[in-house]
């Protein structure tokens, strides 16, 4: 079975990102899965610490592991912004691949001062564990926002990504090039979109050089995700647009069957909904590879012509 680590190495070599797709309970699960077994691509299942709450640390351990098993899948599980110690240690018990770190709201001396701490302690209780730090700030909430917060004094800089990543023993860097968690209303109707720091993306690649994690992917336009995974993105989370689609499938599914009572019966569309978004964006992410196996042989070219 292949682990985190190597799936992270591959992407790297072949210039694509793995998708990671928050859930909270097994309905988003199964749709999330269902894409990536689909398009054959890995998927890390993404929980935070509310959804982690809602779902159970060691309940979603044990069904991501389970259909890993089932279906030999590259599926793994990361922690998503865990604020302290004895909760990232919950999810190292439990049997996470990963863990986001998430002291960015600290002074940064402290964030490196814990993280450093937690990464010891993490990899006593799962050698192989991957923890993620943060630093700089790329706002809260996978939700829609009325206002946009403004981030630009909180961007990363290549030399902080360096001395941080040198410092903590972290394993990958989440930094704030732009992006933000949730959404504005006008990136759900798609009339806005997110724009990156390129440059910033590939300055802070070539200080820190380890994988790179974009959140709050939500609402970013097609070509930035592109430029930023040629620059040196890894891994990239989508929330908010997930949230969305399962809210308005579930508002269809209901809407169609007023008298319906059997769950199985009602979720199915707010299930297709966020398979919808997550095919799109695997696909958008692994363009990359896509393009080289086109290069090697040229029948797949009419595929290649139909994205
Ligand atoms: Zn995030």
Do not use: C
Not at 174 to 190: D, E, F, I, Q, T
Not at 275 to 293: I, P, T
């Amino acid at each position: 079975m292949q682990t985190l680590r190597y799936v992270l190495e591959q992407a790297q070599r072949n210039g694509v990102a793995i998708g990671h797709f928050n859930i909270a309970d097994s309905v988003q699960l199964n749709a999330v899965f269902a894409a990536a077994r689909e398009l054959n691509l890995p998927v890390v299942i993404g929980v935070s610490e509310g959804e982690r709450e809602f779902i159970g640390v060691r309940q979603i351990a044990a069904l991501v592991r389970s259909l890993r098993e089932e279906f030999d899948f590259p599926v793994f599980l990361n922690a998503d912004h865990t604020h302290s110690l004895p909760k990232a240690v919950a999810a190292a018990n439990a049997g996470f691949d990963a863990i986001v770190f998430d002291l960015s709201a600290l002074p940064v001396e402290e964030n490196v001062r814990q993280t450093k701490e937690a990464v010891g302690a993490l990899k006593s209780i799962k050698p192989d564990i991957l923890v993620e730090g943060e630093i700089g700030d790329i706002g809260t909430g996978s939700e829609i926002h009325d206002v946009a917060p403004d981030l630009s004094k909180g961007l990363t800089t290549p030399a902080e990504a360096k001395d941080y990543v040198e410092s903590t023993g972290v394993d990958i860097l989440a930094p704030a090039v732009g992006n933000m968690h949730g959404m504005l209303k006008s990136m759900v109707g798609g009339q806005t979109k997110k724009h990156l720091d390129i440059p910033r993306i590939a300055e802070i690649k070539s200080a820190a050089r380890v994988p790179l994690t974009l959140h709050g992917g939500s609402g970013t336009d097609d070509e930035h995700f592109r430029r930023a995974i040629a620059a040196g993105i890894n891994i990239v989370h989508i929330n908010t647009e997930l949230r969305v689609a399962w809210r308005r499938g579930l508002e269809q599914g209901l809407a169609k069957q007023p008298q319906e009572v059997v769950p199985y019966k009602v979720l199915p569309p707010a299930a297709d909904a966020v398979k919808h978004v997550v095919r799109s964006r695997l696909r958008l992410f692994n363009e990359a590879r896509g393009q080289r196996a086109n290069a090697r042989s040229p029948q797949t070219l009419s595929q290649a012509s139909e994205r």
